[in-house]
């Protein structure tokens, strides 16, 4: 076995809760997803990041098992393993945790158990971001349509614009971390997770991009999503010719096109950007055609039907929605059936808006709209023939090219 350098980094795997809402009659990290824990599929994405010390917070009495989850996941990394006994709440789970940390340590990632799925290339993107000034969460955009209620009563709308999902690891220069949880102690207030923990001592919380994967299993329907996402589906490498397309286990293409009519309300907005001055499109949502047509080219690469039966009149939510909302939610969907995106490719045809002036722009948009995925979008005039060319509306297409993850 090779000796590994002492890492600067630590991972506290918080696994001490009791999963009331799972009931499952376990505590909730060594409830069986498939034939491994909830516990065992976190630490596997952990010790599959880049090498740290990994502290188990487990509840009392289930420290031999939590034990057996370290070591069956560390493979060469045990060493860099160690469970600890958690407290009554999750403060004091991981105050345990922090109490048991090397003298090398400088950056703290918290990581609940229960978001089991989460990649470790997330895992790596939080430790990267941590700077010794503040700390680092990951987040998803909030999709749904959201309103204050008071009873049953509907008070008012929530701009969602505003609002962001958090994840977890959650990760902090350890100095402030223990600082903070000190405070906090002495305060007796208990806080929902260690940013607001970290924040309410004063410190700047900052977020990097999360993952679909990244859920928190605490309800019977989220393990039952956390089974269909690690279904071991047995495929081939290779496609026979009489093979159906479902076992094909490679990168997959997807063929998207749409089209709107000039005649909407307001400014025009398309390739995920407004244009001031220009005609609006007419549509459902914002009426733009080229995200329209990516999303339709992503969903048919991915045998997840098209743009109206997800984002369609039946979805309200979704009425007046821009881009990024609707790429964000197609990429999300993708995650879940167990894709990444390639790259997608656009093209439209009208007189206008004039693009090459803004081609960067837009395509920055779409691409962080994805993820970091790559997009190219490229415009055409048609010499005058047909509706593009007659100024009535603009006409796209787009190619999608997605592989499995």
């Known amino acids: 076995m090779s000796i590994l350098p ?7 795997v918080v696994a001490a809760g009791s999963g009331t809402r799972l009931d499952a009659g376990a505590p909730k990290a060594f409830v069986g997803i ?33 034990e057996t989850e370290v070591r069956a996941a560390a493979g060469d990394r045990i060493d860099l393993g160690r469970v600890v006994t958690g407290g009554a709440t999750r403060q004091e789970s991981v105050s345990a945790g922090l109490a048991a940390l090397w003298g090398d340590v400088t950056r703290v990632l918290v990581h609940d158990a229960a978001r089991a799925l989460t990649p470790p290339e997330i895992i790596d993107a939080v430790a990267a971001a941590i700077d010794g000034e503040s700390g680092v969460i990951p987040t998803l955009p909030v999709v749904d349509t959201l309103k204050r209620v008071e009873g049953d009563a509907v008070i008012a709308p929530v701009d969602r614009s505003e609002l962001a999902a958090a994840q977890t690891p959650q990760g902090f220069p350890r100095a402030l971390l223990e600082a903070a949880y000190e405070a906090a102690a002495a305060s007796g207030i208990e806080y929902t997770d260690d940013a607001a923990l970290f924040a309410a001592a004063g410190h700047l919380v900052r977020q990097i991009a999360g993952s679909p994967r990244g859920f928190k299993i605490t309800t019977p329907a989220d ?27 490679g990168p997959r293409v997807g063929l998207g096109t749409d089209v709107h009519a000039f005649g909407g309300d307001g400014n025009l907005w398309l390739a995920g950007i407004e244009w001031p001055g220009e005609r609006a499109l007419s549509g ?57 995106i390639g790259n997608v490719s656009v093209q439209f045809q009208g007189n206008r808006p004039r693009f090459s002036g803004r081609r960067a722009e837009a395509e920055r948009v779409l691409s962080a709209a994805l993820g970091g995925a790559p997009v190219s979008v490229t415009a055409t005039t048609t010499d005058g023939l047909g509706f593009p060319g007659r100024g009535e509306g603009i006409a796209v297409t787009a190619v999608a090219m997605v592989h499995p993850t």
């Open 34 to 66: 498939d034939t491994h824990s909830i516990l065992r599929h976190a630490l596997d994405g952990v010790f599959a990041a880049a090498p740290a010390q990994v502290i188990v917070v487990a509840p009392a009495g289930f420290e031999g098992d939590a």
């Open 6 to 12: 002492v890492p600067d980094t630590a991972i506290i």
């Open 284 to 340: 459902h949502s914002d009426g733009d055609a080229v995200a329209h047509a990516m999303v339709d080219a992503l969903l048919g690469a991915a045998g997840l039907g098209d743009i109206g039966e997800h984002f369609g009149t039946a979805h309200p939510e979704y009425a007046g929605a821009h881009a990024e909302v609707f790429l964000a939610r197609t990429r999300e969907l993708l995650h879940e059936a167990g894709y990444a």
């Open 223 to 249: 393990l039952e999503r956390a089974r269909h996402l690690l279904a071991d589906v047995q495929t081939p490498t290779s496609v026979p010719d009489s093979a159906p397309d479902s076992t094909w286990t």
